[in-house]
């Protein structure tokens, strides 16, 4: 049961270079979210999809984009990395029955340095 | 918007009992998530109020006061696996986005 995977675990990056995280579910959750954590922080919203072919705004959207073109799948870009984007990104999954049996549930994370 | 505070670290010996608080200020308040979080890992799932009350789930229990935007998370019996960050997350009606707190680390100590 792989539940919520995502890759890479672990990327460093150099300024100005561009990358996509891979977030896979198998749980047939219609949500699904993108966080980033850093320090002192708390995890914070990025982006997040509601359905396939849908996709909104969070907290901190700026400078990532993302596409849910399958159900199974939610990809977060970065066009052009910056070093406030070295964090560790966490994606997520829901159900859309809201409720007690319904947390978000999280992947590993991908460690991401950009230089 | 949402404000969610938790208090950062505290420190708990083996086999005794800690309270970790969670304050939020919210519109349109539906629900109220714990997780925990060990380091370098992915939060998990621990327990959910969405009524006044207490929730009791072995050796944690969780408790909920909406009128006081106030909750805690009791952990009983500590052990040194339970030394890890426990994250305060409330929803919002009309969507399942949650916001979570900063986080309150809980150090074990035998």
């Known amino acids: 049961n792989a539940g919520v995977t995502q890759t890479p675990k672990f990327r460093v990056l150099k300024t100005g270079q561009s990358m996509t995280l891979l977030c896979a579910q198998d749980?047939?959750?219609?949500?699904m979210y993108w966080y980033r954590q850093d320090p002192g922080m708390g995890l914070r919203l990025i982006h997040y999809?509601?359905?396939?072919?849908?996709?909104a705004k969070g907290e901190v959207p700026d400078g990532y984009n993302v596409s849910r073109l399958k159900k199974q799948n939610f990809l977060l870009g970065l066009e052009s990395a910056a070093p406030s984007q070295t964090s560790v990104y966490f994606c997520?999954?829901?159900?859309?029955?809201?409720?007690?049996?319904?947390?978000?549930?999280f992947g590993d994370g991908t460690r991401l340095s950009i230089l | 918007g949402q404000n969610i505070d938790q208090p950062t670290e505290m420190t708990a010996t083996e086999g005794a009992i800690v309270q970790i608080n969670c304050t939020y200020q919210?519109?349109?308040?539906?629900?109220l998530f714990w997780y925990q979080q060990h380091a370098g890992e992915a939060p998990t799932f621990l327990s959910y109020?969405?009524?006044?009350g207490l929730e009791e789930k072995g050796r944690f229990s969780s408790f909920l006061s909406r009128s006081k935007g106030y909750s805690y998370l009791l952990l009983k019996e500590l052990q040194m696996k339970d030394s890890a960050s426990y994250l305060c997350?409330?929803?919002?009606?009309?969507?399942?986005?949650?916001?979570f707190g900063k986080g309150n680390q809980v150090v074990v100590i035998p």
């Open positions: 749980m047939n959750h219609e949500y």
């Open positions: 997520a999954s829901s159900s859309m029955e809201t409720g007690r049996n319904q947390p978000q549930h």
């Open positions: 999809s509601v359905g396939e072919g849908t996709t």
């Open positions: 109020n969405v009524l006044d």
């Open positions: 997350a409330v929803r919002r009606y009309g969507n399942n986005r949650l916001a």
């Open positions: 919210t519109s349109g308040f539906n629900g």
